[in-house]
């Protein structure tokens, strides 16, 4: 799950002072406090342009790569690269309508506060907290993930304590400054990313003839029942795998608030991601479907482990292994991160306790991150007595809420930059073809959600996704009424 992060200075209201006379004023839902590092919303601005980029590859490169891409070849053969090119496309026009939005009016709360200036207070509140519940979730999926992995590695602890150990260790780097935060994840990252060039460095030898193995040529691309063995319904298959592995790349729009020249900064890192995502994704599956047949069980199961075993490479398994639990703590750090300060800036617009709006030293805010750990501390105890069940349905739940990000953000930009163009506002960063591109990337969602209807296990997905949202709009509505905030 869950990162890129987040809009026009339409109707910009200035934030209230922080001095100490401040007193008590009504709380602006849109408003953004500017600080003397020059941080939105109270923020320290210690965040780097490097720091963004590589939080953005760490949430979207994870298990969705280093096992989803084997699920997705299973289901649509070599033509899973039609798959990927397409969400690709999807990605790539999200993430320049979220550029646009985020580069005008940088904020912590980022699509939500977008959403909210466009649609709404509910709708804003709404996205905030499913997007909130959702990396709550997924930390707790990632710290029983990479225990239950690495105890089959390392059985000297039990999966419960590990779990521990890594909610405990993360929880306390959290809790330090945005600067810390951001230089972990940026070597986390890193590792990752080595990771995966080293294997396209390698399956490009071996297509290349330069290693002892006999090089496949192309042959696996048409052999073993053609390029599009299962016809179109695989690719669409495949093509709601692909998008779910996306998620998370929306994370660079909320941290780009925490650096000292966030509309700079987010053109850049958003460039910047999209490239590597498109070399680091499908550069890596080209290689797979190229070097072993689409229907081979151990590229399934594990598709990195397959190549380099082909390669000739011995320890491979025990290797991806340990990359793997690495890009599983990589994704809890970065989503514990966007956890926070997403519940922060609810907190802010009056949308959440005043106390989770508080930060301490390093601009932390530490009782929203304390917040977004305690479902992953419960999950310690609930790895002791039912390791798969209660997790599996949740996530479940929240499976889907990545196509429903994408999507308010999508409506979000139409309805802002309709307003900016229509005030004469000058922006920053610009959609492509507006709003031609933006009405493609919807229609593009929407064949994905009528595809997915199709599918009986993602239209129970879909329906607790739509269930959970229609009972945080309730919520929202019913509680989520301006109230006096501390200034």
């Given at each position: 799950m ?5 809009l ?9 002072s ?11 839902p ?11 919303e ?97 930390i ?35 809790l ?8 972990s ?8 990313v ?15 003839g330069l ?48 650096t ?83 519940l ?81 506002e ?59 905030v501390?200034?």
């Amino acid at each position: 799950m869950p990162t890129d992060n987040e809009l026009t200075t339409l109707d910009r209201s200035p934030g209230a002072s922080r001095g100490p006379a401040a007193g008590v004023l009504e709380a602006d839902p849109t408003a953004i406090a500017p600080t003397a590092t020059g941080g939105p919303e109270g923020s320290t601005a210690h965040m780097k342009p490097r720091h963004l980029v590589m939080m953005a590859l760490g949430s979207a490169i994870g298990t969705g790569l280093f096992v989803g891409s084997g699920t997705a070849i299973s289901l649509a053969g070599p033509a899973v690269l039609v798959s990927f090119l397409v969400a690709c496309v999807i990605l790539v026009l999200v993430m320049r309508a979220m550029g646009e939005m985020a580069a005008a009016d940088p904020a912590r709360g980022a699509f939500s506060v977008y959403a909210e200036k466009a649609m709404g207070r509910t709708a804003g509140q709404t996205l905030g907290w499913l997007w909130w519940a959702q990396l709550v979730i997924v930390i707790a999926a990632e710290a029983t993930a990479a225990a239950q992995i690495l105890n089959e590695l390392w059985p000297a602890l039990p999966q419960w304590a590990l779990a521990l150990v890594f909610m405990v260790a993360f929880t306390a780097l959290n809790l330090f400054s945005a600067k810390i935060f951001g230089e972990s994840e940026f070597w986390f990252a890193m590792l990752k990313v080595g990771a995966v060039i080293v294997f396209l460095l390698v399956g490009a030898a071996l297509m290349l003839g330069l290693l002892p193995a006999a090089s496949p040529g192309l042959t696996n691309l048409t052999g073993h029942g053609g390029f599009m063995p299962n016809g179109i319904t695989g690719v669409a298959a495949a093509l709601l795998v692909v998008v779910f592995a996306f998620g998370g790349t929306e994370l660079v729009t909320v941290a780009a608030a925490e650096t000292r020249d966030p509309q700079r900064t987010i053109v850049r890192a958003i460039r910047t991601i999209v490239v590597r995502l498109l070399v680091f994704y499908v550069g890596s599956v080209a290689l797979m479907v190229l070097i072993l047949p689409w229907n081979d069980q151990t590229l399934s199961a594990s598709p990195f482990v397959a190549v380099l075993t082909v390669a000739g490479l011995p320890g491979a398994e025990a290797v991806l292994a340990v990359v793997i639990v690495l890009a599983l703590l990589s994704a809890l750090n970065a989503n514990l991160y966007g956890a926070s300060r997403m519940l922060f800036s609810l907190s802010a617009r009056g949308s959440a306790p005043a106390r989770f709006a508080r930060t301490g030293q390093g601009g932390v805010p530490r009782a929203a991150v304390v917040a977004s750990v305690v479902f992953g501390f419960v999950t310690v105890g609930l790895n002791y007595l039912w390791p798969e069940a209660l997790l599996g349905f949740l996530l479940n739940t929240i499976g889907s809420t990545v196509l429903v990000v994408w999507t308010l953000s999508l409506i979000s930009q139409i309805i802002l930059r309709r307003r900016a163009d229509r005030a004469g506002e000058k922006l920053p960063f610009r959609m492509w073809c507006f709003p031609y591109l933006s009405y493609l990337a919807l229609a593009l969602i929407g064949m994905i959600v009528l595809l997915g209807l199709a599918d009986p296990v993602v239209r129970t997905q879909f329906g607790l996704t739509a269930g959970l949202i229609a009972l945080i709009a309730v919520l929202c509505k019913v509680l989520g009424k301006p109230r006096k905030v501390e200034a």
